[in-house]
């Protein structure tokens, strides 16, 4: 089971650009990256996924490097309301898949 | 997008006392759901994964007796907290895998917020 890493905590305005990296270096072949979101008191949100390069929604893009071994999840101009805990998870999202959470990201966006 | 609740949304009990969290896929069918509890500015610690029609399998650590899951059908999953004590105060979560969708089909109930007196 690939382990994650990620800051403990990370600080932004309001408007500017966040990005939030995530280490998975013993990441496997058949391992998705998953961005999820999580407010006080609530379950957790997914947010993006992605296998390699980059993926973009709505919400975010995920861009994933060559090898792997890392991911960097990029918010575009933060509101308020972005402000939350932010969990990467790595696994092969197929039946055997226990996910598992790391400390996640907490990331507070300032006025 | 898939939906999951749990109800109910909170719940205060006596110690002592049995508490039963029911999780639902509202618009899908899950074989298999999990069981999360979340401590106070803690991440989410896995308990127990449920597979509909057959025994939990519970995580190092949890106790099976304590903790009793039931996932008798496939949009459906129950925890039973018996004999709740104070340090089983926790907020609850369970998320549910549909099998049918790709990859990102992991959804997350909203938890349930247990208080023991």
């Known amino acids: 089971l690939a382990k994650t890493t990620q800051p403990i905590s990370m600080d932004s305005y309001e408007g500017q650009e966040v990005n939030i990296t995530c280490s998975h270096n013993?990441?496997?072949?058949?391992?998705?990256i998953t961005w999820y979101q999580q407010f006080p008191s609530q379950g957790p949100r997914f947010i993006i996924q992605g296998y390699k390069t980059k993926v973009t929604n709505e919400v975010a893009s995920l861009f994933i490097p060559a090898d792997r071994k890392s991911s960097t999840l990029s918010l575009p101009r933060v509101s308020l309301s972005d402000t939350a805990v932010y969990y990467c998870?790595?696994?092969?999202?197929?039946?055997?898949?226990?996910?598992?959470f790391g400390r996640g990201t907490s990331l507070i966006v300032h006025p | 997008g898939a939906v999951v609740s749990q109800h109910p949304s909170w719940v205060i009990c006596k110690s002592g006392t049995s508490v039963k969290i029911e999780c639902r896929s509202l618009d899908f069918q899950a074989t298999t759901m999990f069981w999360y509890r979340q401590f106070p500015k803690q991440s989410l610690m896995l308990m127990a994964t449920s597979n509909e029609g057959s025994k939990a399998t519970y995580e190092q650590g949890v106790e099976k007796d304590k903790f009793l899951i039931n996932h008798a059908s496939l949009t459906l999953s129950t925890l039973t907290v018996t004999s709740a004590h104070p340090e089983d105060s926790s907020f609850y979560i369970c998320?549910?895998?549909?099998?049918?969708?790709?990859?990102?089909?992991?959804?997350f109930g909203p938890g349930t917020r247990l208080t023991v007196l």
């Open positions: 998870l790595v696994g092969d999202m197929g039946g055997s898949y226990i996910p598992t």
């Open positions: 998320s549910a895998r549909d099998l049918a969708g790709g990859p990102d089909t992991q959804y």
């Open positions: 013993n990441i496997a072949t058949n391992d998705y």
